[in-house]
């Protein structure tokens, strides 16, 4: 058999576009709405999907609060007790959540997604961040946000820390950030260890990746950036003694699907109709790491940028579109409401399937990390359209090959 | 009783409380927390293993975390209030308060938090803590901790989503609200992003108590669970526990205060409803938290004392209302 992609679903509330939440038919209280979610992870299981994924953040997203009262982005469930929740309420879909290195302690982190996997029978994941937020920052301490370095330097040791007691190593850790004396009370995952994911992009980000994660979540606009990104990664995993297979690098997208392509141009003009200007420059501004983008001319160019101690990732990325395009920052600000700089394709289940198979068998992905507009509609019609096109194709399984998240995503099995 | 006043019942699930039957361990947590449930107990109480334990020995570990835990019960479970442990040592003030609010959502209002007031040198050496604390240190932390906790718990006002998709207006700005604590040892902001619990807050029950922590849990708790003794001993904490409560400003009803009970698997079923019966008709408690080592232990007491406990009228005979505090009688929180 040829390999199959990877698919997992990013759920956030009420949807990944930024004005989601005021579409006529999306659900509105998604944020406090259980049965929702697990509707959602019972529509993904059905579609065979490897994953549902959640982001984090231990904050508000977003500084201004007149402008945060116009977003749903406030207001959601925390999501290793939403994923704990979900894990009853399905059997087979893998669950990974976002948990920041910068505000636990590994200890704590392996023991509660540990326990999650065993609710789960082995579907359990952890993405690790590094958390560039300043708002978050504000909720663990008077000093602020960290320098990167500092951060990635943490992460990395967290990162030991959490594998070693996950694969059941007596402890007696002593080091830089974090000591750590007994081994974890609870008993082996059922998948050997929980499934590692990691999104950051930066050099520093990168060889964190190549060393520790078993999937890595990125966002690219153009093929050419996410081939050079894939073949970067893996080349670097061989300093770290892996094969570039022990690593599944599944890029965000963010598809408008619809019957017909001027359906699905309507589609996505609807939503972007529902953009406030001062919503869509302020987030834009927040991955950009600065805050006073406002008070540039709306309809001029970026200007130039101050380096990043967030995410400097997502700037370069930002930056290297709007010169490419030539974007004002309107137009910038009103693109990247769509998906927060994540690739987005408009159009039918045969045009989406065609972009995805080009970077797919490309060699610029390994699988995708499907990020729908607005809940439930977006999924719905991914869930429909898409998947059956894929399948067809034989580009996505017809149905689990096993029980467990590494089982779906064909990794091997710790020792 | 003549006041219509009936006890509190919880049932605590400890560490080691799985018998290694073979059978799987979650569906025989979700079999019992429906016969809990069935029986119309007010809680259960999930314990959370190892780093409570400063025995060394850990036997028989649940395989969870008692959060996790927690959230998959209430998808299982439709009346009963589930209360996690979990300790001020593990977990960031901001992290376990937006952990808990997700909990309540997730559960309808059924969420609460038991944070033990008891020290446990063993579990700082697993979190980067190798010295540890002394006692007033982390008595004063523990307190500033609560405070944190239950002030992210208030960060919305109950009317603040306005779900205003033609207006553009999500919430209310001027019903959020920072925290912005700057104390001895913590430094948080707020306000949480997570909604309002459905409850007004997650009940906060207290455990572990020692003398100079008694004003600490008078002021803030919600329940208070107390070491059994003697009726006359448990009747003079009961009082000075509800007097310490009138003295913080706050309705002494406002503070449920249970007794931990061990089950015996012999014990009679005659026997031990005379028991609960004589110390809450004295008044030496609110009612009682039942601890065992068995589950098995449990069938005699759902299927013979609580029914015996009807019958002498002690004891509610379905739930009236759908949350936490509505069983245990509380108020929603803010307005105490
Ligand atoms: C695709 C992607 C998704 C991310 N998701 C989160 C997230 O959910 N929560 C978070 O705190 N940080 C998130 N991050 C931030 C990273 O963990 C990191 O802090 C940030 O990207 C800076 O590192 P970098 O410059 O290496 O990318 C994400 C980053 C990327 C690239």
Redesign the pocket.
């Known amino acids: 058999m040829t390999a199959q992609m990877k698919l997992g679903v990013f759920l956030w509330a009420t949807g990944h576009h930024i004005a989601a939440w005021r579409h006529p038919k999306s659900h509105v209280t998604a944020g406090i709405d259980i049965d929702h979610y697990i509707q959602l992870a019972r529509t993904a299981e059905a579609a065979k999907f490897d994953m549902i994924f959640c ?3 231990a904050g508000l997203r977003e500084a201004n609060i007149g402008i945060g009262s116009q977003t749903s982005r406030s207001i959601g469930f925390e999501p290793i007790s939403l994923l704990s929740a979900l894990a009853v309420q399905t059997s087979r879909i893998g669950l990974v959540s ?1 948990a ?1 290195t910068s505000y636990n302690e590994p200890y704590g982190l392996a023991r509660t997604f540990l326990s999650l996997d065993h609710l789960s029978g082995g579907r359990a994941g952890w ?1 690790l ?5 300043p708002i ?1 920052a504000a909720n663990f301490g008077a000093t602020g946000l960290k320098p ?1 370095a500092d ?2 330097e943490r992460a990395r040791e967290f990162a030991e820390v959490v594998t070693s007691l996950w694969h059941g190593k007596a402890s007696g850790h002593a080091g830089q950030s974090f000591s750590v004396r007994d081994p974890l009370d609870l008993p082996r995952s059922p998948q050997g260890a929980p499934v590692m994911v990691q ?4 050099d ?2 990168r060889d964190l990746a190549a060393r520790t994660a078993d999937v890595v ?3 690219a606009q153009t093929f050419e950036e996410a081939k050079a990104f894939h073949d970067d990664l893996k080349a670097r995993m061989a300093a770290y003694g892996r094969e570039p297979d022990d690593i599944k690098i599944m890029p ?1 997208v963010s598809p408008v699907v619809a019957e017909t392509e001027a359906e699905a141009r309507e589609k996505h003009e609807e939503l972007q109709e529902l953009i406030p200007d001062d919503v869509g420059v302020a987030l834009l501004s927040s991955y950009l790491s600065i805050s006073d983008l406002w008070r540039y001319p709306i309809d001029g160019p970026l200007p130039e940028l101050p380096e990043s101690e ?5 700037q370069a990325l930002v930056v290297e579109q709007s010169r490419r395009d030539g974007l004002s920052i309107r137009q910038l600000a009103r693109h990247f409401a769509g998906a927060r700089g994540h690739w987005r394709i408009v159009g039918t289940a045969a045009q989406v399937a065609d972009e995805l198979q080009a970077r797919f068998e490309g060699g610029a992905a390994d699988g995708f990390n499907v990020m729908p507009s607005y809940f439930p509609g977006e999924l719905d019609a991914f869930a429909t359209l898409v998947v059956p096109e894929l399948q067809r194709r034989g580009l996505f399984r017809r149905d689990y090959e096993g029980l467990t998240l590494r089982e779906h995503l064909g990794l091997k099995r710790p020792a | 009783m003549d006041n219509g006043a009936t006890m509190h019942l919880a049932v605590s699930l400890l560490p080691g409380t799985s018998d290694l039957t073979g059978e799987p361990e979650f569906p025989r947590l979700v079999r019992f927390v429906q016969q809990a449930e069935a029986a119309a107990l007010d809680m259960v109480l999930l314990a959370d293993s190892a780093p409570a334990s400063d025995s060394g020995t850990v036997n028989n570990p649940m395989p969870f975390e008692a959060t996790t835990l927690l959230a998959a019960l209430a998808t299982v479970t439709s009346r009963i209030g589930l209360v996690a442990a979990a300790s001020t040592v593990t977990h960031q003030p901001y992290n376990l308060a937006r952990r808990f609010a997700s909990l309540d959502i997730i559960s309808h209002g059924r969420a609460g938090w038991n944070a033990t007031m008891a020290r446990s040198p063993r579990e700082a050496t697993n979190f980067s803590r190798p010295e540890g604390f002394s006692d007033t240190d982390f008595r004063r932390r523990s307190e500033e901790y609560i405070g944190i906790v239950q002030g992210l718990w208030q960060g919305w006002d109950a009317d603040a989503l306005l779900f205003d998709k033609s207006g553009g207006r999500f919430h209310d700005p001027e019903k959020m609200h920072l925290l912005d604590h700057k104390g001895e040892f913590f430094f948080v902001r707020g306000p949480l992003n997570v909604a309002r619990s459905p409850q007004d807050t997650p009940v906060l029950v207290l455990s572990g108590l020692s003398e100079p922590d008694l004003d600490i849990a008078a002021r803030t708790a919600d329940v208070i669970l107390l070491e059994s003794g003697s009726v006359e001993s448990a009747k003079v904490r009961y009082d000075d526990l509800k007097r310490r409560a009138t003295a913080a400003g706050r309705d002494p009803d406002a503070v449920k205060v249970l007794t931990n009970i061990s089950l015996a698997p012999d014990d009679s079923s005659a026997t031990l409803a005379d028991r609960l019966e004589t110390q809450f008709r004295a008044k030496s408690c609110d009612g009682f938290s039942i601890h065992l080592s068995q589950l098995s232990v449990f069938d005699d007491f759902f299927k013979r004392v609580a029914p015996e406990l009807r019958r002498r009228g002690l004891f509610r005979e379905t739930y009236r209302g759908t949350t936490l505090r509505s069983h245990l009688g509380l108020a929603g929180g803010g307005e105490q």
């Open positions: 982001e984090d953040a976002t920041s993405n961040v590094t958390s560039a937020s978050e990167h951060r990635y999104a950051g992009a930066s520093v980000g979540f990125t966002a965000g967030g995410m400097k990732s997502r």
